[in-house]
């Protein structure tokens, strides 16, 4: 079972069976390899990769298509893992990732070498999928606005898209779909934060330079979107 199965039946496992929720709007502890060669082994290969970065980015921007395809090769598939977190089904997890990668191209005259390409890269990805997360808000408050009386309630008549998930395991699956349902009922920017803080792992001071806010307000956005995140899970009985 892949990490990302693993982690998405842990929160199934939380969502319905822990007595004690509480710990949900803490920071997830990772436990981290400190072996001295392990850790020498990964620096090396991080460094041998950005420097391929560098130098694909570098020919890219001249014009030099090859070296394109290459950065897309590269790194498409963080690309997606990062995205499906964000994405509500499969088509709209392609656009994405696609979108991802033109935003790339027209942005990479504003790239500069002192700054870690694959960072650049995830931050566009991030926005990428904040803006889809507005999107989707938008039309779903449309959709939430009845043309006449004949049309159903909100949440009636329509089924909520299927979240997708990489893993093959049913119960993976399901726990990806209730999280992302949970989540949607959020603002557009609690949602990147929750998403990023505690499903991907980054710290504040990331996603403050990924959304350019100062770590303070970052802070309080996050204090004020696990309160929103705390009422709708009393209002699903989570508590």
Not at 21 to 31: C, D, I
């Amino acid at each position: 079972m892949n990490h990302a199965a693993a982690e998405t039946q842990n929160l199934h496992a939380f969502f319905c069976h822990a007595p004690d929720r509480t710990h949900l709007f803490e920071r997830p502890v990772t436990r981290v390899n400190t072996n001295p060669a392990n850790t020498a082994a990964r620096t090396a290969a991080a460094a041998d990769n950005a420097a391929g970065d560098d130098a694909c980015a570098l020919r890219a921007r001249e014009g030099d298509a090859g070296a394109m395809e290459s950065l897309v090769m590269r790194h498409q598939d963080a690309v997606a893992r990062l995205l499906w977190r964000f994405a509500h089904n499969r088509a709209d997890l392609d656009d994405l990732v696609q979108e991802t990668f033109l935003r790339m191209v027209r942005g990479l005259g504003g790239w500069r070498s002192e700054q870690p390409f694959a960072h650049w890269l995830l931050r566009i990805a991030t926005n990428t999928g904040r803006d889809y997360f507005r999107r989707q808000s938008v039309r779903r408050r449309h959709m939430a606005e009845p043309d006449n009386a004949d049309d159903p309630p909100p949440g009636r008549g329509t089924a909520m898209p299927e979240a997708i998930d990489p893993a093959d395991n049913p119960a993976a699956r399901a726990a990806s779909s209730e999280v992302k349902e949970i989540l949607a009922g959020l603002p557009p920017d609690d949602r990147a934060l929750l998403t990023l803080y505690y499903l991907e792992s980054h710290s504040l001071a990331e996603i403050a330079a990924q959304f350019g806010w100062t770590v303070t307000a970052t802070k309080l956005r996050a204090w004020r979107a696990r309160g929103r995140l705390r009422a709708r899970l009393k209002e699903r009985a989570f508590f």
